[in-house]
């Protein structure tokens, strides 16, 4: 099972196996309720501020994740069309605006550093978005995403794109990650999926290359207020400090987002245990799934 489980929700996405970037869109049902919870020291997002508590506009129409760094965040400008011509947007006296809230990785060291994701390519993620179960590996924003440089560039290995779903009492609670990060991978129990050590100490110093991010969407269809999915958000961010050593570091700008988008009446502790489940379970499906790419821009091999 992946986030697709959660009624009503769509994902797509945009792949350049060459230049090796990409995009996906999880397209959200409404009626919704969004939030976010950002620990990453270097985050590249958009319309995240509208996410916190107190804010005014609380459903959100889809959610971004791309690769490009900055430039990617241009692929939202391309989802905000498609849900223009469907009509789906924030009420205002002009019109629909499409609320779309997006974060970036960078993924500028892999390929081509020239080409990213932009208006086009978000269009195009947006109309693959389908209910199938996620595609998962090196798809989408997951395609250029790298994971393990803290311990130097010859430890660096292909990061990707991952998708599961737990369960708290009657409600479902999906997850997608985007394992895109400077530490090393572990599963939920702690056993090494990148080869580093969970008790190791740090490394001489981290490279100058190392800027990363993992990004998270979780998704429910227990009903939530926008103050217990920042909870949720937290506890799926629990998870990927504990799959992903170090994490949230100053060169990560890992974010997770989390949206209710059901009736399910479920206590918001269960629907957070479940989120941390989803999320590590996700990052493992990730790192499963990775598959050998050639850095053709550097000709080296980037597998595990």
């Given at each position: 099972?992946?986030?697709?489980?959660i009624?009503?929700?769509e994902?797509?996405?945009?792949?350049d196996?060459?230049?090796?970037?990409?995009?996906?869109?999880?397209v959200?049902?409404?009626?919704?309720?969004a939030?976010?919870?950002?620990?990453?020291?270097?985050?590249?997002s958009?319309e995240?501020?509208?996410?916190?508590?107190?804010?005014?506009?609380?459903?959100v129409?889809?959610i971004?994740?791309?690769?490009?760094?900055?430039?990617g965040?241009a692929?939202?400008?391309?989802?905000?069309?498609?849900?223009?011509?469907?009509?789906?947007?924030?009420?205002?006296?002009?019109?629909?605006i499409?609320?779309?809230?997006?974060?970036?990785?960078?993924?500028l060291l892999?390929g081509?550093?020239?080409?990213r994701p932009?208006?086009?390519q978000g269009?195009?993620?947006?109309?693959?978005?389908?209910?199938?179960?996620?595609?998962?590996?090196?798809?989408g924003?997951?395609?250029?995403?790298?994971?393990a440089g803290?311990?130097?560039?010859?430890a660096?290995?292909?990061?990707g794109?991952?998708s599961a779903?737990?369960?708290?009492a009657?409600?479902?609670?999906?997850?997608?990650?985007?394992?895109n990060?400077?530490?090393?991978v572990?599963?939920?129990e702690?056993?090494?999926?990148?080869g580093?050590?969970?008790?190791?100490?740090?490394?001489?110093?981290?490279?100058?290359?190392?800027?990363?991010?993992t990004l998270?969407?979780?998704?429910?269809?227990?009903?939530?207020?926008?103050n217990d999915?920042?909870r949720?958000a937290?506890r799926?961010?629990?998870?990927?400090?504990?799959c992903?050593?170090p994490?949230?570091?100053?060169y990560?700008?890992?974010a997770?987002?989390?949206?209710s988008?059901?009736?399910?009446?479920a206590s918001?502790?269960?629907?957070?245990?479940?989120?941390?489940?989803?999320?590590?379970?996700?990052i493992?499906?990730?790192?499963?799934?990775v598959?050998?790419?050639?850095d053709e821009a550097?000709?080296r091999?980037?597998?595990s």
């Open positions: 099972m992946t986030i697709t489980s009624p009503g929700i994902v797509g996405h945009w792949t196996p060459v230049a090796m970037t990409g995009c996906t869109v999880v959200v049902p409404e009626p919704n309720v939030a976010v919870e950002i620990r990453g020291a270097a985050p590249g958009r995240t501020a509208l996410l916190a508590p107190g804010m005014r506009v609380e459903t129409q889809a971004l994740l791309a690769g490009g760094s900055a430039f965040l692929a939202a400008e391309g989802v905000m069309a498609e849900l223009e011509r469907e009509g789906r947007g924030h009420p205002t006296p002009v019109g629909p499409p609320i779309v809230p997006g974060a970036v990785i960078f993924d892999m081509d550093p020239a080409v932009g208006p086009e269009a195009a993620a947006f109309r693959s978005a389908s209910a199938d179960a996620v595609e998962m590996g090196n798809v924003a997951g395609t250029g995403a790298t994971v803290w311990r130097g560039l010859e660096v290995t292909k990061g794109l991952g779903c737990s369960s708290a009657d409600a479902l609670v999906g997850a997608l990650v985007v394992v990060a400077v530490g090393d572990f599963t939920l702690g056993e090494p999926l990148t580093g050590s969970p008790i190791g100490g740090p490394p001489a110093a981290i490279p100058d290359a190392a800027t990363n991010t998270v969407v979780v998704a429910t269809d227990a009903r939530l207020g926008r999915l920042v949720v937290v799926s961010q629990d998870a990927v400090a504990a992903i050593r994490g949230h570091t100053r990560d700008g890992d997770a987002f989390a949206v988008c059901g009736d399910v009446e918001v502790d269960l629907v957070g245990e479940a989120a941390f489940v989803a999320t590590g379970r996700a493992e499906g990730a790192m499963q799934a598959r050998p790419l050639v550097n000709g091999d980037t597998s």
